[in-house]
């Protein structure tokens, strides 16, 4: 292995040295980033109505820090798992909660996911090693790889209040002492209670079982809050999943000025049996100026397409 190498290395010389270089371009090496074979899939089996993952980050080869006294004798290793990839999405999470004081989680949350790149560095889609290398569905890396940096200036965010969680779980059945336990209040309103959460990604699910040939309809509500400079016009660009028809309305957004909100509804219709397959595609809002392009992926799945 590796730190073995680096150990004998250490061990057999007077004075070890190391470094570092940066800003190198390295040839023939393979594209990154892929997705894990080990990576957590969707949908969630206790709320598939919401979209998961919600974005993928580095988590193979990680050097971090270890047991002092193992086997590697130096207090750091080389790990892999999502354990290592949680840290990098909490680390971005704080980043942008540093640089944006205002904004709430589902803000911060939204960011990162908008501003994902679902591409590797060849500039083609991102590779599941878990499914043999083929093009990554959202199930398997959310959102995409995400990009702190565009994540600081996303254009447009999904947000979300106390209040429209308490709704979801409205929805989800709960007991009135299982929303107390999570919401530690009995001071909570379930006259609204619904699945559609306002979240950047969009899920629609099919009986695998069903060969009716049934076409089936979801209908979407979403709102989202102008973080921009200021007045900007967004209009939508639609990749449909294959075989499905979705339609967004308004086509354009307007906004007058930064935190101004604006909603749209997004209708998919798709084949009640997709014969077992997972089929995505997206929904990007491009600023006229080019500036901030807001994407968000759709997927029509079974619900059993991650087990």
């Known amino acids: 292995m590796e730190f073995a ?3 004998d290395y250490i061990n057999s010389s007077d004075d070890p ?3 570092i270089k940066f800003q190198q371009t390295v040839t023939g090496k393979e594209v990154a980033p892929s997705v894990a074979d080990y990576t957590s899939r969707g949908p969630s089996p ?3 109505a919401v979209l998961k993952p919600d974005v993928m980050a580095p988590g193979s080869f990680v050097l971090a820090s270890w047991i002092p006294n193992d086997y590697t004798a130096t207090g750091f290793n080389l790990i ?3 354990s290592m990839a949680c840290p990098h999405a909490s680390g971005v999470a704080a980043l942008l909660k540093g640089t944006h004081p205002e904004w709430s989680h589902a803000a911060i949350r939204s960011a990162m996911m908008t501003t994902a790149n679902e591409l590797d560095s060849s500039m083609m889609p991102i590779k599941d090693v878990g499914r043999n290398f083929t093009a990554a569905s959202p199930l398997a890396m959310g959102a995409g790889h995400m990009v702190p940096n565009k994540a600081m200036d996303p254009g447009l965010v999904y947000d979300a209040a106390p209040q429209d969680y308490v709704s979801l779980l409205c929805s989800m ?3 009135r ?3 107390m336990t999570i919401t530690r209040s009995n001071d909570y309103n379930c006259a609204n209670s619904s699945l559609d959460l306002n979240y950047p990604s969009f899920v629609a699910f099919y009986d695998k079982n069903v060969t ?3 076409m089936l309809k979801h209908r979407f509500r979403r709102v989202v809050t102008n973080v921009g400079g200021g007045a ?5 660009k639609v990749a449909p999943p294959e075989g499905v028809k979705v339609a967004v309305w308004p086509q354009s957004l307007v906004f007058g000025k930064k935190y101004e909100q604006r909603d749209y509804y997004v209708e998919i219709v798709y084949p009640s049996d997709g014969n077992g397959l997972v089929s995505y595609g997206s929904i990007v809002w491009i600023e006229e100026s080019g500036k901030h392009i807001v994407r968000s992926p759709i997927v029509v799945s079974p619900t059993s397409a991650g087990k």
């Open 5 to 7: 190498a680096v150990i």
């Open 17 to 19: 040295t190391a470094g």
């Open 46 to 48: 206790n709320c598939p």
């Open 80 to 82: 892999s798992g999502t």
């Open 173 to 175: 059945n709960f007991t």
């Open 177 to 179: 002492n299982q929303i």
């Open 212 to 214: 009716t040939g049934a």
């Open 232 to 236: 900007a016009t967004y209009k939508v």
